[in-house]
């Protein structure tokens, strides 16, 4: 089985376990943070579904997200990893795992989500085996800052798909192996 802890230069991945919810649930629960993202701030049941997700991913499918700490004084930064999304009338990417990110505003705009992302697409092309070629992140077109951590991790934007009435940018990444 593949190691499931990445570290990088500034940060430490782990799959998230119960201990990490408070800090979960207080990112989701910001404005600044969902505004892309349907808009409405998570309740506490909202976020307690998502980390049951996200833990339950690593056991169902080999992969999920990672709870993303500053390796140098463990602060949560925010979650990155791959689901199996399933989502209702969006064509392009049924089969293949969705990739996402999102972080605490106080870590955004400082290289944390490129790297993040960088470390999950290394650990995609070793962890996932032959099993994908590829992953897709679903992106609001207004939000630049999320376009641009694509741009520069190596995704290419492919469609424009219309997701809970809204049109969402579908952005591929191919695994070099």
Not at 153 to 169: I, L
């Amino acid at each position: 089985m593949t190691n499931r802890t990445i570290t990088t230069d500034r940060l430490t991945m782990t799959p998230h376990d119960r201990g990490d919810f408070a800090e979960l649930a207080a990112m989701w629960r910001d404005p600044q943070v969902v505004r892309f993202l349907g808009g409405a701030p998570f309740s506490e049941e909202e976020s307690w579904a998502r980390l049951l997700r996200y833990a339950g991913s690593w056991s169902l499918l080999g992969f999920g997200f990672w709870a993303v700490r500053a390796s140098d004084d463990g602060r949560y930064i925010g979650d990155v990893g791959f689901l199996e999304g399933r989502r209702s009338g969006v064509d392009g990417f049924h089969g293949d795992p969705e990739i996402g990110w999102s972080l605490n505003v106080a870590a955004q705009g400082k290289g944390f989500a490129s790297e993040a992302v960088r470390a999950a697409l290394a650990w995609g092309a070793t962890g996932f085996d032959d099993r994908f070629k590829r992953t897709v992140a679903m992106i609001n077109p207004d939000n630049a800052a999320s376009v641009a951590v694509a741009a520069r991790c190596g995704f290419r934007h492919f469609s424009v798909a219309r997701y809970k009435d809204a049109p969402t940018g579908l952005w591929e990444h191919r695994f070099a192996r």
